[in-house]
């Protein structure tokens, strides 16, 4: 038995503020056993960038939504894929994406009396 075949690059979607949705695919060979789920990485491309572990235990879906990243920002992800026997080797770094930009939402918020002219706003 050994380590998964590594995965083809994970393609990203659903590009919010804070977060998005990164889609991967099985590794064409699993070592033998049965692949019991992935791990994800992401990191902002630049000469010091470093990978950082996106979830603690292997992801058992074939999509992950990666919430707490930071408005405005470029990502990169990358995937690897997990069996009895280990990791394998982690895919190519999938397209560079770019987080939107954060938007106000304002909300109304009623006083204690009833006089809708006197709202105030939280934002």
Sequence with gaps: MDRPDTPEPPVVSEVQATSCTVTYQPPSGDGGAPVTGYILERRTP???SKWVRVNDTPVTDLQYTID???T???YEFHV???NEAGMSDFSQVSQKIKT???QTQ???LDSNNNDSNDRKTAV
Excluded: C, R, S, Y
Aim: proline letters at 6%.
């Design 46 to 48: 630049g000469p010091d």
């Design 68 to 70: 707490n990243l930071t």
């Design 72 to 74: 405005a920002t470029d």
């Design 80 to 82: 690897a894929a997990v």
């Design 100 to 102: 939107g930009k954060q």
């Design 106 to 108: 304002q909300i109304f």
